[in-house]
């Protein structure tokens, strides 16, 4: 894998584990997710600027139906992790404390609760348009040869399997309620073990991851 190559797939990879983290509110605290998050932009900020080409090629070539697909979910990540950070720091009250703001406190917590959770789907979806290229490059990385007829038939047996756990842990986390902002507050329960929150996202993850990469082969074949 080429330099550049690695040290892309390690900052998404850091992004991931921010993401998980920040999603963790209840278990860490104000200030370490107050840092958590002001980590995550700056991640945010550096892939951007290694991936500029992209910026520069934005508006070149064909439109194709999967080129518009990506487009549209990476400019509302862009505009959602805009509003992340914006209401983070309306919030703040410790990292940017020092810029004493009050205003608009109600509609920040508002702002900050849909975006979280709207960050995390439109991240999962993400990863999940890409993810040909980042099983491409971890098999690079690691060497892997090419999969057995076995292991492309077992495969989306698998995350199809991790994907059904997904929704219905997405149901009974009640996410939409939070995505379509019909309540004020998020329920946080304060004794969840740890591990099983996590392995409860990280399904959630694995169905969106799911829905995307598959949902794109569809869009691509339609295409053709």
Request: aromatic content about 14%; glycine content about 10%.
């Amino acid at each position: 894998m080429k330099p550049k190559a690695a040290v892309k797939a390690l900052l998404d990879a850091l992004m991931l584990l921010a993401l998980l983290f920040l999603m963790g509110y209840q278990f860490w605290g104000d200030v370490a997710h107050e840092w958590a998050g002001v980590g995550m932009f700056l991640l945010f900020i550096l892939h951007h600027l290694l991936n500029r080409q992209w910026h520069q090629n934005l508006f070149r070539g064909r439109f194709t139906p999967s080129r518009v697909l990506l487009l549209t979910f990476d400019l509302l990540l862009f505009l959602d992790m805009l509003g992340l950070m914006a209401s983070g720091v309306l919030l703040s009250n410790h990292v940017f404390a020092f810029l004493d703001l009050h205003g608009g406190v109600g509609f920040a917590r508002l702002l900050h609760m849909a975006a979280s959770h709207w960050g995390f789907v439109l991240m999962a979806l993400h990863l999940g348009l890409h993810w040909g290229m980042f099983v491409g490059l971890a098999g690079k990385a690691l060497r892997l040869r090419q999969p057995s007829r076995l292991r492309r038939v077992l495969l989306p047996i698998v995350s199809g399997g991790v994907a059904a756990y997904g929704l219905t842990v997405f149901i009974r986390r009640d996410l939409p309620t939070y995505l379509l902002v019909r309540t004020q507050f998020v329920f946080l329960d304060f004794g969840e073990p740890v591990p099983l929150f996590y392995l409860d996202y990280l399904a959630m993850l694995g169905m969106f991851v799911f829905l995307a990469h598959y949902g794109m082969k569809l869009v691509r074949k339609a295409g053709r």
